[in-house]
């Protein structure tokens, strides 16, 4: 049998993706509609993506405003060290932090940059106090509040451009 790691994505396996990214719930038969393919091989060519790790897997994309959730806080966080030790506590402590959404290590002047979800001023407060001052670490706190949602996207067009 091949190996399903060390083939190329072709240009079906990105009409999948780009039809997936749109409707992760889709049917084998409608994919396979969709892309002009038998169920059968769309569903082939699903199950490799995925175990190729092309697809990670299916979310339900939750609208956290109707849910309460309705500020999105953008925080920047320096950290005292930049040692491997220092990095490594503080990572391990931040996937503990229940109103973080993302938290990356980047280049530049900050750190980290994480997303937080809260239910007010009041909230963000409570969340800083008890969850984000107390990682380990930390230097400088910088919280920058989102006015207004621009764009969102789980995939970049880019990605399918030129399909057809």
């Not at 609208?63 to 391990?92: C, H, K, P, W, Y």
């Amino acid at each position: 049998m091949e190996d399903s790691s060390s083939t190329a994505i072709d240009q079906t396996d990105y009409r999948i993706l780009r039809e997936l990214s749109k409707d992760g719930r889709a049917s084998d038969v409608a994919l396979g509609e969709r892309v002009h393919l038998s169920s059968t091989a769309a569903a082939r060519r699903r199950k490799i993506l995925e175990e190729r790790g092309a697809v990670r897997g299916y979310t339900a994309d939750l609208d956290l405003s109707r849910l309460g959730f309705s500020i999105v806080v953008m925080v920047a966080i320096e950290l005292s060290s930049q040692a491997e030790q220092a990095l490594n506590e503080f990572e391990t402590a931040v996937v503990r932090c229940p109103s973080m959404s993302y938290c990356s290590f980047v280049s530049g002047d900050t750190d980290f940059l994480m997303i937080v979800h809260v239910k007010s001023f009041e909230d963000y407060d409570r969340v800083y106090r008890s969850e984000l001052s107390t990682l380990p670490h930390v230097a400088k706190i910088r919280s920058s509040f989102v006015m207004r949602e621009v764009a969102q996207r789980t995939v970049p067009p880019i990605l399918f451009h030129g399909l057809s």
